[in-house]
């Protein structure tokens, strides 16, 4: 299926620079099986690229503790190193940092300029396509929360390039375990047909990931964590950086120190993604 007219058009300006390579005014990028690949290779790419122009200029410290997210460099790298602990990484969030493994098995600690989110909350804060809107509407896919939390992170990983590692996936399910990291999944005659997986503390979801197996089931997996978030209270939707899956959303780039304010104000919030068993 080819574009609809309505998503052709142009992202705002402020997150232009930060695609790259992605085609920002695609909807139709699950019509692709290896779109989903491609931008988790670009993604690594330019986390590659971000690793090397940081070490030349200087050697980041090693947490913990954690530097403010406010002395990151320019490429936006605040901490390199460090075990990957559970409590770690909460405590990065926290502080509106959020870790990435790169091929050598080393871990960056990021808090990039700009920070995308997804406003959710603002008027025409989350766009939502025509196709994809039918899509939802029609019913092609059940969604399901927290029911298939490894196979979602596993899917993830399941590329030729990806940041994802055997630890970073280890950690994200401990937190799983503990209530933590949820998962969003679409399901289409009794198998996972895409999902996404993030971090939720206060009212501030954490996105970090998304795949799919069938088209728009990653999309239709964003919009019922939209909705989700909506219903229950949240203020925050971070997805760090745009790609042309969340282009079509029209995400909003933030400075960072706005995106510390709106991050301080959200975990102030008392929210819960699931109910308490």
Same mark, same amino acid.
Do not use: N
């Given at each position: 299926?080819?574009?609809?007219?309505?998503?052709?058009?142009?992202?705002?300006?402020?997150?232009?620079?930060?695609?790259?390579?992605?085609?920002?005014?695609?909807?139709?990028?699950?019509?692709?099986?290896?779109?989903?690949?491609?931008?988790?290779?670009?993604?690594?790419?330019?986390?590659?690229?971000?690793?090397?122009?940081?070490? =030349?200029?200087?050697?980041?410290?090693?947490?913990?503790?954690?530097?403010?997210?406010?002395?990151?460099?320019?490429?936006?790298? *605040?901490?390199?190193?460090?075990?990957?602990?559970?409590?770690? *990484?909460?405590?990065?969030?926290?502080?509106?940092? &959020?870790?990435?493994?790169?091929?050598?098995?080393?871990?960056?600690?990021?808090?990039? $300029?700009?920070?995308?989110?997804?406003?959710?909350? /603002?008027?025409?804060?989350?766009?939502?396509?025509?196709? @994809?809107?039918?899509?939802? =509407?029609?019913?092609?896919? $059940? @969604?399901?929360?927290?029911?298939? #939390?490894?196979?979602?992170?596993?899917?993830?990983?399941?590329?030729?390039?990806?940041?994802?590692?055997?630890? *970073?996936?280890? #950690?994200?399910?401990?937190?799983?375990?503990?209530?933590?990291?949820?998962?969003?999944?679409?399901?289409?005659?009794?198998?996972?047909?895409?999902?996404?997986?993030? *971090?939720?503390?206060?009212?501030?979801?954490?996105?970090?990931?998304?795949?799919?197996?069938?088209?728009?089931?990653?999309?239709? /997996?964003?919009?019922?964590?939209?909705? =989700?978030?909506?219903?229950?209270?949240?203020?925050?939707?971070?997805?760090?950086?745009?790609?042309?899956?969340?282009?079509? &959303?029209?995400?909003?780039?933030?400075?960072?120190?706005?995106?510390?304010?709106?991050?301080?104000?959200?975990? =102030?919030?008392? #929210?819960?993604?699931?109910?308490?068993?």
């Amino acid at each position: 299926m080819g574009p609809d007219p309505d998503d052709e058009d142009e992202p705002p300006p402020e997150l232009a620079d930060l695609a790259g390579e992605a085609d920002l005014a695609r909807e139709d990028d699950d019509d692709d099986p290896d779109a989903a690949e491609g931008e988790e290779a670009l993604r690594l790419r330019l986390l590659l690229e971000l690793i090397g122009r940081a070490r =030349r200029r200087r050697r980041p410290p090693t947490p913990p503790p954690f530097p403010p997210a406010t002395t990151a460099d320019a490429a936006g790298l *605040v901490a390199w190193g460090g075990r990957l602990d559970p409590d770690l *990484v909460l405590d990065a969030y926290r502080r509106g940092i &959020f870790p990435m493994a790169d091929p050598s098995g080393e871990i960056g600690w990021w808090s990039p $300029e700009p920070r995308v989110v997804i406003d959710f909350l /603002a008027p025409g804060g989350f766009h939502v396509p025509r196709r @994809l809107a039918r899509t939802v =509407r029609q019913g092609r896919f $059940e @969604l399901r929360i927290d029911a298939a #939390c490894a196979e979602v992170i596993a899917a993830c990983a399941d590329r030729d390039e990806t940041w994802i590692d055997d630890r *970073v996936a280890a #950690c994200y399910l401990e937190l799983h375990r503990r209530g933590v990291v949820h998962t969003v999944e679409a399901w289409q005659d009794g198998r996972l047909a895409g999902g996404l997986y993030g *971090v939720a503390l206060g009212g501030a979801f954490f996105a970090e990931s998304m795949f799919h197996r069938v088209t728009d089931a990653s999309k239709v /997996a964003v919009v019922g964590l939209v909705e =989700r978030l909506r219903a229950r209270g949240f203020a925050l939707l971070d997805i760090q950086m745009v790609t042309g899956a969340t282009a079509i &959303f029209r995400p909003r780039a933030l400075r960072r120190r706005d995106y510390l304010e709106r991050l301080a104000g959200a975990l =102030r919030l008392a #929210c819960s993604f699931v109910d308490a068993p």
